[in-house]
């Protein structure tokens, strides 16, 4: 599964976000793209989990008021 490259819109379809959320992932340097087609980048699909695996880590350690909670 590593090696199965995905466009962005595939990659969004695949973890169930938006094609936005995986340009924000790239944007903060949670996910990079590993080769182009033409004009879109391509992402390796287990690294696409791996961005949205983090984001929801990030997203549960989140306290009501936006701030980490402490554990």
């Given amino acids: 599964?590593?090696?199965?490259l995905v466009t962005a819109e595939q990659?969004?379809?695949?973890?169930?976000?938006?094609?936005s959320a995986i340009h924000v992932w790239v944007h903060r340097g949670r996910l990079?793209?590993?080769?182009?087609?033409?004009?879109k980048h391509l992402?390796?699909?287990?690294?696409?989990?791996e961005a949205e695996r983090l984001a929801q880590d990030k997203y549960r350690h989140k306290g009501e008021?936006?701030?980490?909670?402490?554990?």
């Avoid at 990659?11 to 094609?19: I, P, S």
């Fill in 65 to 71: 008021n936006g701030n980490a909670e402490a554990f």
């Fill in 1 to 4: 599964m590593s090696d199965v």
């Fill in 11 to 19: 990659a969004a379809d695949a973890v169930g976000v938006t094609k």
């Fill in 43 to 49: 992402y390796r699909l287990a690294d696409v989990f």
């Fill in 32 to 39: 990079k793209h590993v080769k182009k087609d033409g004009k």
